[in-house]
């Protein structure tokens, strides 16, 4: 990614590889991490840093904290940093703990070695966790931010400063799509955008 946007030299079979357009800039190249050895790599490169809080069993503030902390100035200036999470946010608390199961299976299941597709919200409701699933589902839980409008904005708003994210992307993985719209429509008029 370096090499397209003409950092550092192409070699080997992507030498006559070239982005198109070629008249318009490339966008920068950010670190996506889960852990803090992107933070630090990202802060030793000085490239913008995202941290991946939406699958991480790693709390985002040491990383997030590292990444200001350990910054040296290269393809930025100053340290840019951007916070993922999982948000399901719906009309009442229970409606939001309802489209957020879907993914606590989903999680349990890929962590404990068996993935597989999203339910629907029915199927999940009627699913039975292993121990081993129930545990891995309860870490999953413990990484949403799930809840009504107000509860959603004031647990996005508190990781935010906590982390000292500049941005934050939302992140919504629901089997239902309508319900995955109206989340993010909700996120949106509770932060007046």
Not at 10 to 38: H, I, K, N, T
Request: proline share 7%.
């Amino acid at each position: 990614l370096l090499a397209f946007g003409g950092e550092i030299p192409l070699e080997g079979a992507f030498r006559s590889v070239r982005a198109q357009p070629e008249d318009v800039a490339l966008p920068p190249v950010w670190l996506l991490g889960s852990s803090d050895y992107s933070a630090h790599l990202a802060a030793r490169l000085g490239r913008p840093f995202a941290f991946a809080a939406h699958f991480s069993p790693t709390a985002p503030e040491g990383p997030m904290l590292a990444y200001r902390t350990l910054f040296r100035p290269g393809a930025l200036a100053e340290p840019r940093a951007m916070l993922a999470v999982s948000v399901f946010c719906a009309d009442t608390q229970e409606a939001a703990e309802e489209m957020a199961l879907p993914t606590l299976v989903a999680f349990a299941r890929l962590r404990t070695g068996k993935p597989a597709k999203l339910l629907d919200v029915e199927t999940a409701r009627t699913y039975r966790f292993s121990p081993a699933e129930e545990a891995a589902a309860s870490a999953i839980r413990a990484l949403q931010i799930v809840g009504t409008p107000e509860t959603v904005h004031a647990k996005v708003a508190m990781l935010a400063e906590r982390t000292r994210a500049d941005e934050v992307m939302i992140a919504t993985l629901a089997s239902d799509h309508a319900a995955r719209v109206h989340s993010y429509e909700l996120v949106a008029q509770a932060f007046g955008i």
